[in-house]
Structure formats: C-alpha cells, structure tokens
C-alpha cells in the first residue's frame, strides 16, 4: 500500500510541519562555462534537481533545463557554452546522456535505451569529442565509447570486462585515463587508452588498495587523489614522461577529498576532511606554500573549481545548519559570498544545530567516531528521546551535511547521534576494511557500543531510542533490532538488505560483483551470507518496525523489503510499510519526501 499524509490546515506557531523543513531550497554542482562568465548548477526549486544558469557578474538566475525527471550530473563543453547531462527515469540509474547546445532551449538525446546505464566520464579538451561508459553491449560490463560530437556517432573503444569508467582525456585528445574497477571500487587500477592504436596500458602497477580519484590535467602529467601506499588519500602527481608518481600533499590522518588545478596551472586547491567537516586549503605549484581557506561556515565543501581568471574558488558547501549553496571565495580579498541563497519557507536557519564529534569503545577497543545533535535548551527530567541514524555503503562516512529531517527530529526534541562504525570511510584503509566479508557482524557490535554510550551520556532516556538507516544502514537497522533486540523502541529503514544471497542475485548486474567484494560471495560464502542476513533472525524483532521502499530501486530491489513487511505482518508484529512508486535509491521529488518524511514523523510520535 502507499500512503498519502497530506498536512493542508496551517500550523500552529509552536509546530512547524516536516514539509516545510524539506521545502528549504538545495543548489549543488556548480560548473563554469570555457569563458568564465556563466555558471550552472542543479536546484531544486522546481520540485527536483534541474539545471539552473546564472552570470557570474551578478543578475538573476533563471532555470535551463525542464525536464521530466531530475537531471543527474552536468559538464560544459570547454570550447563552447554546449553542455552534457545526464537524466534516469525514476531513480532506476540506467542515466541516459543529453546535449544542449548554446542558444537552444531544446536537448537532444544522445543515447536513447532506457534498459541501458550510461555513465559519463568527460570532455575531450577540443570540444569534438566526448568518453562515456556504457553497458549497451551486456548489462554485466561498463565498455568506454567515444563518440563524435558534430555526427553524434559513438565508437567502442574498449570491449571491459566489468566496471571500467573513462576518467579524462589527456592534453593531446589522443589518449583516454581509464579507471578499472573490476576488483573493487577500492581495489582500483589506472590505464591510458590509446585511441589511434588501442593500445591499453597500466600506469600505476601497486599492491594492495588502491584509489584513483579527480585526475586534473597539467602539460607534462595530471595531478590526481589517491592512496597508493598510503592509509590515506592525498594529493599526488604523475609525470607521463618518467612514468612516475610523485607525493604533492600528504595529511597526517585525515583524507584529501576534492582537488582543482588553476587555469593558470599555478594553484592547486584542495579539501581535507576532518571527522566529516571540510576544511579549503591552496597550495602555490611554484612556492610550495600553504593557505588555509578560513572564514566559511562549518560543513562540507564539494564541487570546487576555480574561476577562469584563477582569482576566485566556486563551490557547493552545506553544513548540518546551512542549506546547500553555492558559495564563491575572492582570494585577494579574503571573502566569500553565497550565489544562491534564496528565502527559506519562513524557517529560522539560526535556530538549526551543530553536532560534535565523539568517540566510544567498542568491544574489541577500538574507537567508534560518532556526530552527537543536541536539541536547544535543557533536557527534560528522563531525558531526550534519542535517534541513533547509521549512513549507507558501507564504503561512505556520516559527515555534517543538510539533513531536513534531523533538524526536525532536533527541534521536537530528540536527540540525534550518527556512528561511523568500522567499514566507514573518512578514518583510514584499515577502518573501511575493518568490515570486510567475514568480518560483517563486527559493524553492528559497534552500533551496539554507540547505543551503551547513549545509555551512559545521561541525558538521553534510555527506554526511547530509535534506530534508524537507508540501503546498507537499513541492513545494520534490521541486524541491531535482530541482534539487540531489547536496546530498541522502534526502528525505521528505508530500502534496506535483508537477504545477501537474494541481494546479490537481484541488484542491478553491473554492480553485482562489485558488492560481492564488500558483502562475499554467493558461490564461495554461502553458509556466512546466511548468518550475516537478519531476515533469518526476524522473528527476534519484537518493536515497531517502519519500512520504506522506492519500487524501481536498482541497488536494493523491492524485494528486499517486501520479504521484511511479509515476514513481520505473518509474525503479527507491528510493521508499517510504505511503497513509493517511480522512485529509486532514495527520493529527489519533493512530492516523495513530502509522502515519506511526513509518515516517518508520525511514526515517531506514536512509537518514540
């Protein structure tokens, strides 16, 4: 069944709807077009992400693109104000490519099979040509094509086996970066694709886990992130001419997540990552020098380029109390400004919540990192109820982003706390590995650490703490209900693995394998894939239990959840179920968030 909750009578001045939190605008993804006088981006204020234009000389944006669904990611071509992007049909990921040329309000669909997934790679640096992957040949594997740009006509020019993806052209328009993960999306290779010859050659033989990330061209090599040899990634240098990579920045415990090389090739700026927060650094090529970007409000920056004239740095930067904008940083002045901000629904931003970073104890001594959000004012007498919310991937780290949701659950009065449990990123390799396989259950012991320090802080009651978790932190919802039955008051997960076997037979076939290297696999672990999966211990889950469920999911399919709901009602438990159709691993229409946020709310004030 699907629910509509619709809140149509006003609200009392006391309560804000969680409609109104979600209804705060989102402007992401900046792009700059070759003459450095437009910018682009995805806002959604018409409902979901479509692209938006605005003068970088001031003036009002207006919106470009008015397309049926939400737009995925865009590019500039970087001879022209032509621009490519990318569009699904409700969530299901099979992204189809699309040229707007300039002058033109009308796209034209580059590749047209709605069963295909396309994955855009870039540019060529004449503007004549672009690099794709593409599934078309067999859904199993991404094959790289280039196609022509005055025909529209693509070539293959690698036959993969599993996930390649083209990652730039090189300064000659002859040579193709290629990334194959066919391992693992964290047991990566490098290759250059000769596109004359065909010739494929590895650049950067290592052992051990390697990541490949945001290659940014120079004349004689390109700059890129990764982690060759390294617990964690930094800023490195390969020189084609000597065949050799060369360390640039390097940061003691902490992750180097974004780069961009100025156009005058003489800056390199760049984002580290401490405990989630992004902090803007830029490093002189010439001097060697340092500037830490200081003045931003606390968040994360993505996104970050810089502008034509090498003065300025453009990015998107959002913190738990800062909707998602687009900022600007004037170097010689030192100054930012937001070039986005628009009216927030006649919410008060100020009243919104930072959290602080916290560490516990888990059950073999390591420390589990964890965000703390603390409603404004005292705690009552028993205390806050509490939502402990667990992120996705597991390869991905809860960082201070805008959440609409928690600002609402903070302003109710609850208690927030988000872990990053072992397979988390963010903390190093031998944390994100920490997980791997066999090790699968050692994520949700510490879940269950995080929960005893939510018992031991003092202010939270400890008879009213809720579990919640989206895609893979839906799995850790249903193996700490499964697991530690009796710690929780209710739970809530969104499209989240119940079964590994069906999971890794079901999921979209071009992704399959590369779960198995997370999760193991179906032929060589069955009896671990049995035990790891919670639905063979769901009869242990005694409290209400709220499941959601996007049905054209292609990562964790319908019926991942659909075992779930059957499986509790045959059991007489209380479970609420909510189907939302034409929507996939998450919900980027507002009618959508609208449906499900305002269902989770009335979930938690019946059941916390």
Request: aromatic fraction near 10%; proline fraction near 6%; include cysteine.
């Amino acid at each position: 069944m699907t629910t509509a909750i619709l809140h149509s009578v006003e609200p009392e001045p006391s309560f804000i709807s969680i409609t109104r939190y979600f209804d705060i605008l989102s402007s992401k993804s900046p792009a700059l077009s070759f003459d450095g006088q437009l910018m682009a981006y995805l806002s959604d204020e018409s409902g979901f992400n479509q692209i938006w234009v605005k003068s970088l000389s001031g003036g009002l944006a207006r919106q470009l693109t008015h397309m049926a669904e939400p737009v995925g990611a865009l590019s500039f071509s970087p001879v022209s104000r032509n621009m490519l992007f990318t569009v699904d049909s409700g969530g299901d990921e099979r992204h189809q490519l699309w040229l707007l040329k300039e002058g033109s309000d009308t796209p034209v669909a580059l590749t047209t099979d709605p069963t295909v997934v396309n994955v855009w790679g870039s540019w060529s640096p004449d503007g004549l040509r672009i690099a794709y992957g593409s599934n078309a040949r067999d859904r199993r594997h991404i094959d790289l094509y280039v196609m022509d740009m005055a025909t529209l006509t693509p070539r293959m020019v690698l036959q993969a086996d599993r996930y390649r993806e083209p990652l730039a052209f090189l300064p000659d328009n002859k040579h193709l970066l290629v990334r194959d993960s066919r391992r693992s999306m964290r047991d990566q290779d490098l290759y250059l694709l000769n596109l004359e010859t065909g010739t494929y050659e590895p650049l950067l033989p290592h052992r051990g886990y390697s990541r490949y990330l945001a290659p940014k061209m120079a004349a004689d090599g390109f700059f890129l992130i990764t982690d060759q040899d390294s617990e964690f990634q930094g800023v490195a240098f390969y020189s084609i001419p000597r065949a050799a990579l060369e360390w640039c920045i390097r940061l003691e415990g902490r992750d180097i997540e974004a780069i961009a090389l100025s156009s005058d090739k003489t800056k390199l700026a760049y984002v580290a990552n401490t405990d989630g927060w992004s902090s803007i650094h830029i490093h002189d090529l010439g001097t060697q020098a340092e500037t830490h970007v200081e003045g931003h409000p606390p968040g994360v920056v993505d996104g970050i380029v810089w502008s034509k004239d090498s003065a300025s740095l453009v990015f998107s930067l959002e913190g738990a109390s800062t909707p998602p904008d687009i900022w600007r940083y004037e170097c010689a002045a030192k100054s930012f400004s937001n070039l986005t901000r628009r009216e927030q629904f006649n919410i008060d931003v100020s009243n919104f919540v930072e959290p602080v970073a916290k560490r516990t104890t888990s059950f073999d001594g390591a420390e589990v990192p964890f965000l703390v959000y603390l409603p404004a004012g005292p705690s009552p007498e028993a205390g806050y109820p509490a939502v402990i919310i667990v992120h996705g991937g597991p390869e991905a780290q809860w960082i201070p982003t805008f959440r609409a949701d928690i600002q609402y659950l903070l302003a109710q009065g609850v208690m927030v706390v988000a872990p990053n449990v072992r397979g988390s990123t963010g903390y190093g390799k031998v944390w994100c590995h920490l997980d791997d396989r066999e090790l699968r259950m050692d994520s949700v012991a510490d879940l269950k650490a995080v929960r005893l320090w939510v018992r031991e802080f003092g202010k939270a009651d400890d008879s009213r703490v809720a579990v919640f978790g989206r895609s893979y932190g839906g799995f850790m919802v249903l193996s700490a209900m499964t697991e530690y039955p009796d710690l929780w008051k209710c739970g809530i997960e969104f499209y989240g693995i119940a079964n590994f076997k069906t999971l890794l037979q079901t999921t979209g076939p071009w992704r399959s394998y590369l779960r198995a290297a997370e999760y193991g696999d179906v032929e060589t672990m069955p009896a671990e894939l049995e035990r790891f999966s919670p639905i063979n211990s769901i009869g242990n889950i005694s409290a209400p239990l709220m499941v959601v469920q996007g049905m054209d999911d292609p990562r964790v399919p319908p019926g991942e959840s659909e075992m779930v709901y059957s499986c509790l009602r045959g059991l007489g438990r209380p479970v609420t179920y909510l189907r939302i159709p034409h929507a996939g691993h998450g919900f980027s229409r507002i009618e959508h968030k609208h449906e499900v946020f305002c269902a989770l709310a009335d979930f938690i004030e019946q059941y916390l």
